[in-house]
């Protein structure tokens, strides 16, 4: 039932170009789906896809546009010229199209809208680029059906005809008054199994969920997943219907924020990819590597400053790595739990202090387990007497306050709206490694 | 448009709840959707909760206890009789029956099953319980509305009719052949525009994306999101249509899947939330934190070994959390780029030499460009020559090695059916830690 991309289809697809046999081609890609093309494009160079692309009909090259990486589909359209970039985003909804007259150029933007001649089109687009890609109203496409309340059903279908070609997914019809406020829904079923007169005002469901246009994608994610919608509208201020949000753009705003979260956490500052070049993996990678050597290197002159006491009791050095290593796992672990509420908050949040409390109390027994585990251990190999208790009250301080910090960082940077991820990443490991330091060698200098 | 949980209500709700005051807690829940009322309940004990919703309509009431979190509805189940979950599993679909049913104790399951006087649901049932809850089969519920090839379009909407209370939600209708055949479907949208007396046949779709029964529920994933499906029919080997899958399911996944990913990534080994209790909260991060402290302490011993070139020269001591954190950082990186294409393959895959081999350069321009910073930062702070380019050999050599293990240590896991999530927690951190500090020490060992 699904087309499979094989390496011998991509060689005679290749050798299908070199020959420029443009009747093998178009005869390869009939009735495969545009999903499907754009995942073999990925495969090609631009000009080679460019000359696949103008075979096929105006709005399957259209759709296959629309579905590229986006990287890929910027390096893309430079290839076209501005008519041909027009008779693409005529083929585009308005929320598709705008995200594409986003990547381009300004001036070519400017240009491509200059020369669309579908009115409705263009007032949609308009519209559409006032808002930020990360908001209700970013998502949203103004395509969709609606009905006035004092419609029949036989008006209702007649409206779906008319739209039939703009609107490709109809999952229900929303409902209107005069004035364009939201008032409800109806479901395609039961207009289909609702009589020709019947009023819409007898069928409608009042208790429809909407989203305001300013409403983050986060919220957005939220609402449509605990309701289980597959479209939602979106309204202004007033409640006027003004687009929907579908689900398959939420689902590919929850891979986006599932794979920036990875990259937050593993401390890559680019959306990379496995096959991109080696210089973009590179420079994707550095920042935080540099980041933590400049940590390393902080480090190294901070223990140098207790070179005496290393002098003295050189055993000192071997914990290092202990100490440190579990001021990592702490932070980490305590500020992904913060990220987890702060992505799936609950209907009441304790107060800060409870929530505090609690920390401290998980960081108590957590710190009190490792801290005489550790301990028994060195009691058992014959370390000093000593030197064992100065570790394990460091161990046990280092739990409690990589905790602490593990548990407000995300909360403060989710506060002036940076993403709570960044928390669990290096930039905690790299807090806690010197935090970590300093209390061991305090402990040390104080005890030892 | 939304209903708001705030403090006021829960505290208005809590007294009622003391007081008994059933008509108060009927009148605030009415019109609230079943979504929200969940979402309140989370926050009530059990007794209090099942006091609630026993006085719910029983449609209502089963689909509350569906929407609750898994962990919450285990606790919950164990209040009600077998006489009173009959009721429930009757009021929800075959794919959240059986999920519930799962969720209790053996006997408990049957006694209910051998309750259902819906012999259809039952048939439903006892075939779903069959597959694993984490393949297409496990996900798939059975209601959905089928028409035969060579039926008219009224007939089809007779079948919407008949099932209307059955199938919740319409977007397809399937089409099948005399032997249960999937051939295509056909959308709600065409059967409205079209006439009664239209044939199937004549209008439906024949290129149908299905999965079958034993696939995984992330190729799932990946499948609906690839096409922007809002639904997607199951069959088994046959092609035999047995069910379909919808996408707020899949949604769900998607939401487990990332919270799995992130909990490896930190080193939490259960599902916890921020609101479980203190020893929930430990017990899921306690033995990560227990194999870090192992590994620290055998670090500790490690290094004991060389303790002789640490009295010789204590500044060896000083650069060892440089090397560690540099070792974790890389480890992490790589094993998330890998983790990032497995989760969204690419059409063809490089083969594994060429991989590897892009590791490598990435690697070697990572670690050279570290190695010469670190170098320079020495020689600025005047650190003694020798020691000065142990250090920045032995760090380029770490950036090398744990690239490696970051890349192959996920592959691994995947192939032998892990996460390979796994692999960029404190697995590879520990390990990296131990390599680091062999490589750091060996180096020192042979040239200082």
């Known amino acids: 039932m699904q087309f499979e991309l094989t390496n011998d289809f991509r060689e005679r697809m290749e050798q299908a170009l070199a020959e ?7 005869g390869c890609l009939e009735g495969v789906k545009p999903a499907d093309i754009s995942a073999l494009l990925q495969e090609f160079d631009t000009p080679q896809s460019k000359y696949v692309l103008d075979l096929l009909p105006d709005e399957v090259r259209a759709e296959i546009i629309n579905d590229l990486d986006q990287d890929q589909r910027v390096k893309f359209l430079k290839n076209y010229e501005v008519s041909e970039l027009s008779v693409i985003v005529n083929h585009l909804d308005s929320d598709d199209a705008v995200d594409l007259l986003n990547e381009l150029p300004l001036q070519q933007r400017e240009e491509v809208i200059a020369r669309l001649d579908n009115e409705e089109k263009e007032a949609n687009i308009l519209d559409l680029l006032r808002y930020d890609d990360d908001v209700a109203g970013g998502l949203m496409a103004k395509e969709l059906i609606k009905a006035n309340l004092n419609w029949t059903v036989v008006q209702c279908i007649e409206e779906i005809r008319r739209q039939a070609e703009n ?10 008054d005069d004035h364009g406020k939201l008032l409800g829904r109806v479901s395609l079923k039961k207009i289909i199994l609702s009589n020709d007169q019947t009023k819409i005002a007898d069928i409608f469901e009042e208790d429809v969920v909407a989203v305001e246009t300013f409403m983050s994608e986060e919220e957005v994610v939220q609402i449509m ?6 479209a939602i509208p979106v309204v ?7 687009g929907r949000i579908t689900i398959d753009d939420v689902v590919d705003v929850m891979t986006e924020l599932a794979e920036e979260e990875r990259n937050l956490m593993a401390g890559i500052t680019e959306d990379v990819e496995e096959d991109d070049s080696v210089w973009m993996i590179t420079r994707a990678r550095l920042p935080w590597l540099v980041v933590g050597v400049l940590g390393g290197f902080i480090s190294a002159k901070f223990i140098g400053v207790f070179e005496q006491e290393l002098l003295r009791v050189t055993a000192i050095a071997f914990f290092i790595p202990l100490i440190q290593a579990t001021g990592g796992n702490v932070g980490i672990q305590s500020s992904s739990i913060v990220v987890q509420s702060l992505a799936n908050p609950s209907a009441f949040t304790d107060s800060m202090v409870k929530r505090l409390l609690k920390v401290f109390l998980v960081a108590l027994l957590n710190g009190l387990v490792l801290a005489v585990m550790v301990y028994g251990f060195n009691l058992l190999t014959g370390a000093e007497f000593n030197l064992s208790i100065v570790v394990s009250l460091a161990l046990f301080g280092v739990v409690v306050i990589a905790s602490f ?8 940077l989710d506060r002036f709206g940076f993403n709570p991820a960044l928390a669990s990443g290096p930039f905690i490991t790299t807090t806690n490694d010197l935090l970590g330091l300093g209390i061991y060698f305090y402990t040390v200098h104080l005890l030892l």
Chains 1, 2 share one sequence.
């Open 167 to 176: 609107v490709q997914k109809v999952y229900s019809v929303y409902v209107i």
């Open 405 to 412: 910090l593990g548990t407000i960082t995300p909360l403060i």
């Open 236 to 242: 202004n201020v007033q409640g006027k219907l003004l």
């Open 20 to 26: 420029g046999d443009k009747d093998f081609i178009r």
């Open 225 to 230: 997943r605990k309701y289980d919608l597959e």
